[in-house]
């Protein structure tokens, strides 16, 4: 998974860490966390997450029809690596584009 940021300051930061929950409508609860302290330079930059949920058949078979994905939770920050961080609590609801995720399910699967 993936995440863009944009650091509208003109220091770079570092995420020292970041967890937190990322929510598909009602159908899925998937805790995730940054896989290692990232560098966010000024300016726009992706962080790369590690996620995983248990799989139930019913709610696949819901999962193209997700509205709305949330993400939830905190991220500790610092100007610099081993400096005491700050942490940021952060709290997103997005809509989901239509057909977005039956694209991604088929993009995973190769059935383009």
Request: hydrophobic share 45%; charged share 20%; net charge positive.
């Amino acid at each position: 998974m993936f995440l863009n940021a944009n650091n509208k300051s003109k220091d770079s930061i570092f995420v020292q860490s970041l967890n937190g929950m990322l929510y598909l409508d009602s159908l899925f609860e998937i805790p995730v966390s940054l896989q290692e302290p990232k560098w966010i330079s000024s300016g726009h930059s992706q962080l790369s997450f590690s996620g995983a949920a248990q799989l139930n058949l019913f709610k696949l078979l819901a999962l193209p029809k997700a509205q709305k994905f949330n993400i939830q939770g905190k991220a500790f920050l610092a100007l610099k690596p081993g400096q005491e961080a700050i942490s940021v609590d952060f709290n997103e609801t997005h809509d989901i584009p239509s057909g977005l995720v039956e694209k991604q399910i088929k993009s995973l699967l190769k059935l383009n």
